[in-house]
């Protein structure tokens, strides 16, 4: 079966989800997931990084030797993270300061390095870009889920520049869900949340088949 | 065959008791420390005790029913984790907080991870320590001073660990007080009295094993006798350290928990020491004044660990006759 | 003091795992099991302990003085990775039992953002060779105590009835905000006496 474009794109949002199907790329989703803004620039430079990585790497695949493969993967993602990293810290310095050790740890994210080798490596360079920004997005989309709701709980408001919302929080905003305890918890019961309600879906799905 | 040396976790007992008899009488021997809070902060103790109790038994009710297990609400458990969490917060707390603190404990730390037995760390604790990181200054200052059948007070005032600290002014309770339960402090933790009753009556039923609470109180007494003063040695107030605070409650109530403390009496030893070293490491130079309950939760952590170290020298021991060899 | 702060810091009060959210994929993937999780945590300390000696000499000697400190991110990285080959030809001969339980990870080890992670930290706080390599020696040691105590909690999950459906990273993820919530015990651990 020829793999369309447009799946490898809408795929990285519902089934190969990032943080909620593959599991991969915890640490930034927690670390940087205590307001809505930092999970979005944060997600903007995976999306970035994932899609240069992508494409770079699938360009090259008809010419890198499996033996160096990795080194040349990783030497692949580190330019984009650099990129990143200079355009970050001249132009949302303060992001930059906020997300911290974060961005060059894009790096490592295992994300980026599990789609070059599971993905990119294999595919025609249209396809992987496609991947890129799906699951790029996907994560995105999981990072302002995340930290909406920690934020929200955590501080009694979700606040992106001057607009906040609620006005005021009515309740008393629980701190906990700004620390890393909190967020723990708070993907855990996420994560846990899901998996019921997919186990409730696939056992349907049988059902039916039967 | 690794699997015989695996010891099965706890709650196993030797005794025919059942699980709700047993829970009954830790219920039973809460009941000085619960009288004595309501005698000491009024109504608004028994507010908290009975928010708390509640939200805790519909929480696990709630769940059960959700995901289809067995009801197990009349084994008592669940009612302990209530009081206790209630008995671990400051008097003048709003009512929500108590709710809210008993739902995470039943839910997130014991209901999760499949009910009572499989939690890894007491519930009521981890309710406790979530409220202290959700709402840090309900937790730290709501405090009342004490006064006879709601004759409350609603100044805020110190406790006596504060004081310790040199954290805020005051004098320090007399000693009478401080064993009565006449002073500041959460709603279960003033009266040493009366959870000594308790404690008593717990080790006289041999629910609990008097190694942990010895243990704990033991090491505290040494260390703060020997640190408790800044810059000079043997000096330290050791009697008002172990009075003060969560201690008594902590030792006897929270530490022995038969899930979440070792099997094995040796262990149940480390257990106590461990609890009572950390205590005084973070009372002394913490960033809490008072150290009890993370202190239990860090031990509880370490348990399984432990049980693994502590219980394969005990395999294939005959009884007394090696360590007769060893002397 | 400050060599005290350090230790402290990195195993109890900035504890990797728990406070910090760096090296989470392996500390949730290898924690299985005590021995595999003794066996990766040996890995990690000789990793970052060296990982950190050996970059803290790269900034200093030759990124530093020439400015390159944009290229700090590919350097590192390339260092780090090159580590985790010599740790994994030298397992393989050395323990090949432990070689194969670990499986996946070792090779993985490059990707623990809690490698990278501290030497970046090491940076940030312009620490000198020594304080970096014992920075990165207690970050190494805090992540392993943690996978050692979570190692020992899951083995006793075998035993119990723990739901199917939240098995593994939905629980794995409570249980380690759990044991962060007891972690926080240690804020502001001798604050007055290092200040």
Same mark, same amino acid.
């Given at each position: 079966?020829?793999?369309?474009?447009?799946?490898?794109?809408?795929?990285?949002?519902?089934?190969?989800? $990032?943080?909620?199907?593959?599991?991969?790329?915890?640490?930034?989703?927690?670390?940087?997931?205590?307001?809505?803004?930092?999970?979005?620039?944060?997600?903007?430079?995976?999306?970035?990084?994932?899609?240069?990585?992508?494409?770079?790497?699938?360009?090259?695949?008809?010419?890198?030797?499996?033996?160096?493969?990795?080194?040349?993967?990783?030497?692949?993602?580190?330019?984009?993270?650099?990129?990143?990293?200079?355009?970050?810290?001249?132009?949302?310095?303060?992001?930059?300061?906020?997300?911290?050790?974060?961005?060059?740890?894009?790096?490592?994210?295992?994300?980026?390095?599990?789609?070059?080798?599971?993905?990119?490596?294999?595919?025609?360079?249209?396809?992987?870009?496609?991947?890129?920004?799906?699951?790029?997005?996907?994560?995105?989309?999981?990072?302002?889920?995340?930290?909406?709701?920690?934020?929200?709980?955590?501080?009694?408001?979700?606040?992106?520049?001057?607009?906040?919302? $609620?006005?005021? $929080?009515?309740?008393?905003?629980?701190?906990?869900?700004?620390?890393?305890?909190?967020?723990?918890?708070?993907?855990?019961?996420?994560?846990?949340?899901?998996?019921?309600?997919?186990?409730?879906?696939?056992?349907?799905?049988?059902?039916?088949?039967? | 065959?690794?699997?015989?040396?695996?010891?099965?976790?706890?709650?196993?007992?030797?005794?025919?008791?059942?699980?709700?008899?047993?829970?009954?009488?830790?219920?039973?021997?809460?009941?000085?420390?619960?009288?004595?809070?309501?005698?000491?902060?009024?109504?608004?103790?028994?507010?908290?005790?009975?928010?708390?109790?509640?939200?805790?038994?519909?929480?696990?009710?709630?769940?059960?029913?959700?995901?289809?297990?067995?009801?197990?609400?009349?084994?008592?458990?669940?009612?302990?984790?209530?009081?206790?969490?209630?008995?671990?917060?400051?008097?003048?707390?709003?009512?929500?907080?108590?709710?809210?603190?008993?739902?995470?404990?039943?839910?997130?730390?014991?209901?999760?991870?499949?009910?009572?037995?499989?939690?890894?760390?007491?519930?009521?604790?981890?309710?406790?320590?979530?409220?202290?990181?959700?709402?840090?200054?309900?937790?730290?200052?709501?405090?009342?001073?004490?006064?006879?059948?709601?004759?409350?007070?609603?100044?805020?005032?110190?406790?006596?660990?504060?004081?310790?600290?040199?954290?805020?002014?005051?004098?320090?309770?007399?000693?009478?007080?401080?064993?009565?339960?006449?002073?500041?402090?959460?709603?279960?933790?003033?009266?040493?009295?009366?959870?000594?009753?308790?404690?008593?009556?717990?080790?006289?039923?041999?629910?609990?094993?008097?190694?942990?609470?010895?243990?704990?109180?033991?090491?505290?007494?040494?260390?703060?006798?020997?640190?408790?003063?800044?810059?000079?040695?043997?000096?330290?107030?050791?009697?008002?350290?172990?009075?003060?605070?969560?201690?008594?409650?902590?030792?006897?109530?929270?530490?022995?928990?038969?899930?979440?403390?070792?099997?094995?009496?040796?262990?149940?030893?480390?257990?106590?020491?461990?609890?009572?070293?950390?205590?005084?490491?973070?009372?002394?130079?913490?960033?809490?004044?008072?150290?009890?309950?993370?202190?239990?939760?860090?031990?509880?952590?370490?348990?399984?660990?432990?049980?693994?170290?502590?219980?394969?020298?005990?395999?294939?021991?005959?009884?007394?006759?090696?360590?007769?060899?060893?002397? | 003091?400050?060599?005290?702060?350090?230790?402290?810091?990195?195993?109890?009060?900035?504890?990797?795992?728990?406070?910090?959210?760096?090296?989470?994929?392996?500390?949730?993937?290898?924690?299985?099991?005590?021995?595999?999780?003794?066996?990766?945590?040996?890995?990690?300390?000789?990793?970052?302990?060296?990982?950190?000696?050996?970059?803290?000499?790269?900034?200093?000697?030759?990124?530093?003085?020439?400015?390159?400190?944009?290229?700090?991110?590919?350097?590192?990285?390339?260092?780090?990775?090159?580590?985790?080959?010599?740790?994994?030809?030298?397992?393989?001969?050395?323990?090949?039992?432990?070689?194969?339980?670990?499986?996946?990870?070792?090779?993985?080890?490059?990707?623990?953002?809690?490698?990278?992670?501290?030497?970046?930290?090491?940076?940030?706080?312009?620490?000198?060779?020594?304080?970096?390599?014992?920075?990165?020696?207690?970050?190494?040691?805090?992540?392993?105590?943690?996978?050692?105590?979570?190692?020992?909690?899951?083995?006793?999950?075998?035993?119990?009835?723990?739901?199917?459906?939240?098995?593994?990273?939905?629980?794995?993820?409570?249980?380690?905000?759990?044991?962060?919530?007891?972690?926080?015990?240690?804020?502001?651990?001798?604050?007055?006496?290092?200040?």
């Amino acid at each position: 079966m020829r793999r369309s474009v447009f799946y490898d794109f809408i795929k990285g949002f519902i089934e190969e989800n $990032p943080t909620f199907r593959l599991v991969i790329g915890m640490c930034p989703t927690l670390a940087v997931t205590t307001s809505v803004v930092n999970g979005f620039w944060m997600g903007v430079s995976v999306i970035f990084v994932l899609v240069f990585a992508n494409v770079f790497v699938s360009l090259l695949r008809k010419v890198t030797p499996d033996e160096i493969r990795l080194p040349v993967f990783v030497i692949l993602i580190a330019t984009p993270v650099v990129i990143v990293e200079l355009v970050m810290r001249a132009y949302l310095p303060a992001m930059y300061e906020i997300l911290g050790i974060f961005v060059p740890l894009i790096v490592v994210n295992c994300i980026i390095i599990a789609r070059a080798e599971a993905f990119a490596f294999k595919q025609p360079v249209l396809n992987s870009f496609a991947d890129g920004l799906g699951i790029g997005a996907g994560y995105t989309l999981n990072l302002i889920l995340i930290s909406g709701i920690r934020e929200f709980l955590g501080t009694g408001q979700i606040t992106v520049g001057s607009f906040r919302f $609620p006005a005021a $929080p009515f309740f008393e905003p629980a701190a906990v869900m700004l620390t890393p305890p909190g967020g723990f918890i708070c993907l855990g019961l996420l994560m846990a949340v899901l998996n019921v309600l997919l186990a409730r879906r696939e056992r349907k799905a049988k059902a039916q088949a039967v | 065959m690794t699997e015989r040396l695996v010891v099965s976790p706890s709650p196993h007992w030797k005794t025919g008791k059942t699980v709700p008899a047993l829970m009954l009488d830790v219920v039973m021997a809460l009941m000085p420390a619960v009288v004595a809070s309501v005698v000491f902060f009024g109504w608004k103790a028994l507010a908290i005790i009975l928010t708390s109790v509640s939200s805790a038994v519909i929480s696990e009710a709630v769940y059960e029913k959700a995901v289809k297990r067995e009801v197990t609400i009349k084994d008592y458990s669940a009612v302990i984790t209530g009081i206790l969490l209630a008995m671990n917060m400051p008097p003048g707390v709003p009512l929500w907080m108590p709710a809210i603190g008993s739902a995470f404990a039943i839910v997130i730390a014991k209901q999760l991870f499949g009910g009572l037995g499989c939690n890894f760390v007491n519930p009521a604790l981890a309710g406790r320590a979530f409220l202290m990181a959700a709402w840090p200054l309900h937790m730290t200052r709501d405090w009342l001073a004490p006064g006879f059948f709601g004759g409350v007070d609603a100044a805020a005032s110190a406790t006596p660990l504060a004081v310790l600290k040199g954290a805020s002014g005051g004098a320090l309770p007399g000693i009478w007080d401080m064993l009565l339960g006449n002073r500041a402090g959460c709603l279960g933790e003033t009266s040493i009295i009366a959870i000594l009753i308790g404690g008593i009556y717990l080790i006289w039923k041999e629910v609990i094993d008097p190694r942990i609470p010895l243990g704990f109180i033991g090491t505290v007494f040494v260390l703060t006798w020997v640190f408790g003063k800044p810059g000079a040695f043997f000096q330290g107030n050791a009697v008002y350290h172990i009075l003060s605070g969560g201690l008594f409650l902590g030792a006897f109530f929270m530490a022995t928990d038969y899930v979440t403390s070792p099997v094995t009496a040796k262990g149940r030893l480390l257990m106590g020491i461990g609890c009572g070293a950390i205590t005084v490491l973070i009372r002394l130079w913490g960033g809490y004044p008072e150290g009890v309950s993370y202190s239990i939760l860090l031990m509880n952590l370490v348990t399984p660990l432990i049980d693994r170290v502590v219980v394969p020298r005990y395999y294939g021991w005959k009884g007394e006759a090696r360590k007769e060899k060893a002397l | 003091m400050e060599i005290i702060a350090i230790i402290l810091g990195g195993v109890l009060i900035n504890n990797f795992v728990f406070m910090q959210y760096l090296g989470l994929c392996p500390f949730v993937g290898v924690s299985r099991q005590l021995e595999t999780a003794l066996g990766m945590s040996g890995a990690v300390i000789f990793v970052m302990t060296m990982a950190s000696a050996v970059t803290s000499v790269l900034e200093i000697y030759v990124l530093a003085p020439l400015g390159l400190g944009y290229l700090r991110t590919i350097a590192y990285i390339l260092v780090i990775a090159s580590f985790v080959q010599l740790v994994e030809i030298f397992m393989k001969k050395a323990a090949p039992g432990l070689y194969k339980a670990l499986g996946i990870y070792l090779p993985l080890i490059t990707t623990n953002c809690a490698v990278l992670g501290v030497t970046m930290l090491n940076v940030r706080h312009s620490y000198g060779i020594f304080l970096s390599t014992l920075n990165g020696l207690a970050g190494a040691l805090g992540w392993s105590l943690a996978i050692i105590i979570f190692a020992g909690i899951r083995e006793r999950w075998r035993l119990m009835d723990i739901p199917k459906t939240l098995e593994g990273f939905p629980l794995a993820l409570v249980s380690t905000g759990l044991m962060s919530l007891a972690f926080l015990g240690f804020q502001n651990l001798f604050k007055a006496v290092f200040r």
